[in-house]
């Protein structure tokens, strides 16, 4: 089981905006994919918290999905699927078998910031064509607006990505709202956490 103290550090306010989004919700039995699982701490957090939801989580390294199985066995959440493989940057006909408006909720916790402009557009074509109709995508993590970032740890943590690949970085909001018109979806809102400086 890996452990990840950002995501230690960001469960609980991901888990409020969860619930209050989902809250209406709750009577049904929904259907979410994480991309990028990563330890999936996360995951299973939320499979605890919220049972209406049935989890697949995902995840291109080997070693996250085994850390997720550990996860799962560990607090034994009957919510969470087997993780599979996925590569948010390939078609959405590639991801796992997932059927075309399959999806009441996508997350994508620090994916972005931490992947090539080419799994954003992936994630969000995809998205397009797996979520339900009012289906939700949710993205968190730290963001440039209108170019710019704040505050200066987020614009040391962007240096960084950017010395680590050159390709990752934090994605502006107004490129993404972009790419979610151009594939049929649109902004709703955005929620700060006043904590990390990280946005929903």
Known sequence: MLLSPAAERSQDGLLSVLCEILE?????????????????????RFAQEMPFVTWQPSDIKEESRNSIRAYIGATK????????????????EKWAGLPQSSCDIIIAINLLQYSP???????????????????????????????????????HLDQTLR????????????VLRQLAF????????MVRDAQSHDAF
Request: aromatic share 8%.
């Open 24 to 44: 209406n919700q709750s009577h049904r039995e929904l259907f979410g994919l994480e991309f990028g699982s990563g330890t999936g701490q996360h995951v299973v």
């Open 77 to 92: 959440v009957k919510t969470a699927l087997e993780p599979v493989h996925l590569d948010a940057s390939e078609p959405w």
């Open 117 to 155: 402009f080419s799994t954003a557009q992936g994630v969000f074509k995809g998205s397009g064509h797996i979520l339900k109709q009012n289906g939700l995508l949710m993205t968190y993590g730290p963001y440039a607006i209108n170019g710019t970032i704040t505050p200066v740890c987020n614009e």
């Open 163 to 174: 010395q680590m690949n050159p390709e990752w970085g934090l994605p502006d909001i107004d």
């Open 182 to 189: 151009s594939n049929g979806m649109r902004m709703e809102r």
